[in-house]
């Protein structure tokens, strides 16, 4: 199994910027991908951006040029660096490792954008 702890979340004014960490532990394999997701309240979970094993990205049209994906494979961690935050980039932050159709969630983590 692989249980994934995020960090990073908080309160910010628009324009301004979050990282969020996502640490993976557990049987981890060398070929996997890892997920941002978020679900702001009352809206469906929506990929954020995604990254796999060799570094390969994909983000949604929303956050294109605003947020970056990248990882640190020797600590296991993702991370997601947000910029120019918007109001709408309010929500809860989920990351998500699959591999060889295995599957694990994060616990989450709070998003907030307001002034």
């Known amino acids: 199994q692989v249980q994934l702890v995020e960090s990073g979340g908080g309160l910010v004014q628009p324009g301004g910027s979050l990282r969020l960490s996502c640490a993976a532990s557990g049987s981890i394999f060398s070929i996997y991908t890892m997920d941002w997701y978020r679900q702001a309240p009352g809206k469906q979970r929506e990929l954020v951006a995604s990254?796999?094993?060799?570094?390969?990205?994909n983000y949604a049209d929303s956050v294109k040029g605003r947020f970056t994906i990248s990882r640190d494979n020797a600590k296991n961690t993702v991370y997601l660096q947000m910029n120019s935050l918007k109001p709408e980039d309010t929500a809860v932050y989920y990351c998500?490792?699959?591999?060889?159709?295995?599957?694990?969630w994060g616990q989450g983590t709070q998003v907030t954008v307001s002034s």
């Open positions: 990254i796999t094993s060799i570094g390969s990205t």
């Open positions: 998500k490792y699959m591999s060889l159709g295995y599957v694990s």
